[in-house]
């Protein structure tokens, strides 16, 4: 059987002729620009930048019940053998850079599925202070896909767009990116979409600028080693951690509390306050008693109450546990204004590192004697601590937000 196409029907030669007549051999003639529209249309490739709970949607759609790879797509690890970003979650103010290098890593042509709410506008987070409120502020999007989260099927369908958009582009005719239907009514983000006539033509260079400069290192020292955590030595612990003992040991704190850190209180809803001064002497004896892991360091800030004389304090909590059997769990808390420090306990647990510096960085507690007190989350340009109770929610963050 011999199939041709109309604008080959009229091409002759004797080789040719030959194939066309050859006994169960087929045949297709067609030009060379329909071939490779045919390829790009039905080899989409790929990346994945999946972020949140859209991100499962987009698994389910490379599993067996949906199978994108009998349309020709498959999802690749790396930006460079890519055509299609999909997006599909939460983009964070720290992401979105991420987001931009790697798309500028992608060769062209290339294209953009905004997968989800989150990915198109923001959603429920768009009016806070770490999202995007939609990637298409920094990507230029080709097709949405609507959904909180959309399913496999309608991410399908949003490929399928993809595949007559590129048809239509390589036939000449220029397809604009589909509707934000809804979203499209929604209060515009300060920083102006990529088809927004009114926004600001330097954004786009901010935004590349700031994506191609995560590539400089800003701490050499933790990469050559200079830095190093001091080492403490404590005294082997006494405690056998097989004596299931908790309750009385409980009273031995009560008493070692009483007698060597002045601490009287003992509420029942809440840990002992210690005096700061005491902060790390405390560690350093619970961990000789066994106390050897440390559970988290977690703070709270409290703004004073309005046209009252008290300042603005914080209040840090601590846990440290025992292991092996009948392990115990004890927690202590400190107070102090926010003008003042807390004695860091790096040098009793060397865990107390990262999670000192998240309170640092979410809430502004600096920790005095710290090794290495900066951000951790955030980028380090970020202003202000954003889970003070007095940080505005919908905080300015250029040039992404």
């Excluded at 972020?51 to 759609?61: P, V, W």
């Amino acid at each position: 059987m011999a199939v041709t196409s109309r604008t080959a029907s009229a091409h002759r030669n004797a080789l040719y002729e030959t194939l066309l007549h050859t006994p169960g051999l087929s045949v297709a003639a067609a030009s060379l620009d329909e071939l490779l529209t045919w390829g790009a249309a039905n080899s989409l490739w790929v990346f994945p930048m999946a972020t949140s709970c859209c991100g499962i949607e987009l698994m389910a759609a490379a599993a067996s019940r949906v199978d994108l790879d009998r349309m020709g797509t498959i999802v690749r690890a790396t930006p460079r053998q890519a055509d299609v970003m999909v997006v599909a979650g939460t983009i964070t103010v720290k992401m979105a850079p991420r987001v931009k290098k790697l798309w500028e890593q992608m060769p062209e042509p290339k294209w953009c599925i905004a997968m989800g709410s989150c990915a198109i506008s923001g959603d429920f987070y768009r009016d806070l202070y770490s999202v995007v409120p939609g990637i298409d502020t920094f990507l230029p999007v080709d097709v949405y896909v609507p959904g909180c989260p959309p399913n496999p099927e309608a991410l399908m369908n949003g490929l399928l767009a993809l595949q007559d958009k590129i048809r239509s582009v390589r036939d000449g005719t220029w397809t604009p990116p589909g509707p934000r239907s809804e979203t499209e009514k929604m209060n515009r983000p300060r920083i102006g979409r990529l088809t927004d006539a009114h926004r600001d033509p330097n954004t786009s260079a901010e935004q590349v600028q700031a994506a191609l400069e995560l590539g400089r290192e800003r701490d050499p020292a933790l990469w050559t080693g200079a830095r190093r955590l001091p080492v403490i030595q404590v005294e082997p612990s006494p405690r056998d951690g097989n004596n299931p003992g908790g309750a009385a040991l409980s009273e031995e704190l009560r008493a070692l509390l009483r007698e060597r850190f002045g601490v009287h209180e003992f509420p029942a809803d809440a840990p002992p306050l210690v005096p700061v001064e005491e902060h790390v002497a405390l560690a350093s004896t619970l961990k000789a008693a066994g106390y050897d892991l440390l559970v988290f360091i977690v703070a709270t800030h409290w703004p004073a109450a309005s046209g009252s004389e008290e300042v603005d304090s914080y209040e840090v909590a601590c846990a440290v546990r025992t292991t092996g059997k009948g392990s115990d769990l004890f927690t202590w808390r400190v107070r102090v204004a926010c003008s003042q420090s807390v004695p860091t306990l790096t040098a009793v647990f060397a865990g107390a590192d990262w999670q000192e510096r998240e309170q640092y960085d979410l809430l502004g507690v600096v920790f005095e004697g710290h090794p290495d007190l900066r951000r951790i989350l955030l980028p380090g340009d970020w202003s202000g601590h954003p889970l003070r109770r007095d940080y505005p929610s919908n905080a300015e963050h250029a040039p992404w937000r």
